[in-house]
């Protein structure tokens, strides 16, 4: 039996472009003939989420707008054509929130390339709300045993980065350079590709981020602030010498995404995922041809993916590191993301 639903319910909205974000009452929203309701509980804070706010990315975002993309929460009610979630099912808001199932990208399991895709707390609203709409087909299914703040980060972060090291074909037993590797995505990329049986050259600045980052598995570490050559230093934590087979780019400065093809080893792969504002990829058409060096971007995952980086997190081997925040203190996370003190991934409580 579905529960007793309130009229309203406390939001941080974005009325518009640049902030300041607003903490307040606003409607409960009801879910259309193929969604779910999905009562959240934590959300998890993603860079993206700052970039909604501050509007500057070449992506309109609808105004106003309740950001968050990280929502993990109960089903309290579904439409009347939705057959395969249950209500007080554990389900997941994430980045895609629909997309028509129908086009050629969805077809091929490709739905985040989808033209008609939904993007939750950008396109549409998303998770930094008590509760909110989504796709049931799109929703991630939670076990009923994972508790739901540890696993909101993955709902982005983890899923986005397990489906960079799937893209970038590295094998176990083979080298992956992660850059931003103490953020958010990174702190969660260095477990993912240390279960997948990769050594982990992790690449970030500061004491604290070194030491996470061990922790975490990775087996060496550059400091880019300290380095005097970082593409010689990365290159020398490698076996031969001649560099990972694989970088994975979820830092949030230009820099990075110019510098990584030239400290890959030849025939390795360079996956961009990470989206600084304004920035550009750029390597040496020669070296890029003579190396065989491929570069490709690789965005969220699909269906698919989302089912097995959950599978991960149940089973143990990857652990999210966060901390929970009330919702209403959101802006903190914001001021703390401008400064580049963030450890891990901050988790709201919509409760607080």
């Known amino acids: 039996m579905a529960p007793h639903l309130p009229e309203k319910q406390w939001a941080q909205v974005i009325e518009k472009t640049g902030g300041p974000i607003a903490y307040k009452e606003i409607p409960v929203p009801k879910p259309g003939p193929d969604q779910v309701l999905v009562n959240i509980k934590y959300s998890g804070v993603c ?55 129908a086009c050629d990208f969805c077809m091929q399991m490709d739905e985040p390339l989808c033209p008609k895709a939904e993007l939750s707390g950008y396109t549409v609203d998303g998770t930094f709300q008590q509760y909110c709409v989504a796709n049931a087909a799109h929703v ?33 037993g083979q080298t992956v350079a992660i850059v931003g590797a103490g953020g958010g995505l990174g702190s969660l990329a260095c477990q993912y590709a240390k279960a997948m049986g990769l050594t982990v050259i992790a690449i970030d600045t500061g004491d604290d981020k070194k030491k996470m980052c061990e922790e ?38 230009e820099k990075p995404f110019q510098q990584a093809s030239e400290y890959v080893r030849p025939r390795g792969t360079v996956i961009a995922i990470g989206l600084p504002a304004g920035a550009f990829l750029k390597a040496p058409v020669f070296d ?47 001021d703390m993301m401008h400064e580049g003190k963030i450890l891990g991934r901050y988790v709201v409580d919509t409760s607080k």
């Open 140 to 172: 991630a299914r939670i076990p009923k045993d994972v508790p739901l703040d540890a696993i909101a980060p993955v709902l982005c972060a983890g899923i986005t980065v397990y489906k960079g090291l799937k893209e970038s074909g590295v094998r176990p």
């Open 47 to 101: 860079h993206t989420d700052l970039h909604a706010l501050n509007g500057d990315w070449p992506l309109a975002t609808k105004l106003p707008l309740v950001g968050g993309h990280e929502g993990a929460g109960i089903v309290v009610a579904r439409g009347e054509l939705v057959k395969d979630v249950e209500i007080g099912d554990h389900a997941g808001v994430k980045w895609l929130n629909s997309s028509c199932l």
């Open 288 to 334: 890029t041809v003579l190396r065989c060096i491929t570069i490709r971007g690789s965005y969220v995952g699909n269906r698919k993916d989302t089912a097995e980086a959950l599978e991960f997190f149940r089973r143990g081997v990857i652990k999210a590191p966060f901390k929970v925040i009330g919702m209403s203190e959101l802006q903190k996370v914001y």
């Open 216 to 253: 975490l598995g990775a087996s060496s570490f550059v400091d880019f602030a300290t380095s005097t050559n970082v593409v010689k230093d990365v290159q020398s934590k490698t076996e031969d010498g001649f560099g990972p087979h694989a970088v994975i780019l979820v830092a949030v400065s």
